[in-house]
């Protein structure tokens, strides 16, 4: 790219996020967004928001008395995907 009469690198831009925005696995890829799935603990089980637990099954665990807990994406995961 030309600015100003000399050549400078573009920098790529990436739109990253945790699926606590509401948008799931096939919405990131449909839309080009990197998601990292949230961590849930489901009676002592990590499990990971649209990956291994669909929202159907989460609130059938949840409805149904178990003991749920969430968190944030670990550092570790987050640099990963960086």
Not at 9 to 20: E, F, I, K, R
Not at 34 to 41: G, R, T
């Amino acid at each position: 790219m030309l600015v100003n009469g000399k050549e400078r690198l573009c920098q790529a831009v990436a739109v990253m996020t945790d699926s606590n925005c509401g948008f799931m696995q096939e919405d990131g890829e449909k839309y080009g967004i990197s998601i990292i799935p949230m961590p849930i603990v489901i009676d002592g089980t990590t499990y990971y928001e649209g990956l291994d637990i669909s929202q159907e099954q989460f609130y059938e665990k949840l409805s149904g008395g178990a003991s749920v807990t969430s968190s944030q994406p670990s550092p570790g995961d987050v640099m990963d995907r960086w």
